[in-house]
Nanobody
């Protein structure tokens, strides 16, 4: 059974930083692409970033490009999202996701497995 557990969320002031982690188990982590998505209150879940199986290819939403960095440690079965220069509009529940694909996708429908989410709140 695939399990994804996010951590690292919290309350931070605008301009601050947070690092999210996603611990994966139940499958060969290093064989599959991973993604981060977020959902703000009253809004649909949206793509944030994705990384391919090896970690060499990444893609970002325009809204986070240059501020967020996705990375992975296949030896530790862990996905990361480094978030710098946070803005109030980054406030959301952040989810990590895994699917049966080697290369990342911007579509939430491509991912079969999801974590429970971690809350990120950015105050102005």
């Amino acid at each position: 059974q695939v399990q994804l557990v996010e951590s690292g969320g919290g309350l931070v002031q605008a301009g601050g930083s947070l690092r999210l982690s996603c611990a994966a188990s139940g499958r060969t982590f290093g064989s599959y692409a991973m993604g981060w998505f977020r959902q703000a209150p009253g809004k649909e879940r949206e793509f944030v970033a994705t990384i391919n199986w090896s970690g060499y290819n990444t893609r970002y939403a325009d809204s986070v490009k240059g501020r967020f960095t996705i990375s992975r440690d296949n030896a530790e079965n862990t996905l990361y999202l480094q978030m710098n220069n946070l803005k109030p509009e980054d406030t959301a529940v952040y989810y990590c996701a895994s699917g049966d694909l080697a290369h990342g996708s911007l579509s939430s429908g491509a991912y079969a497995y999801w974590g429970q989410g971690t809350q990120v709140t950015v105050s102005s």
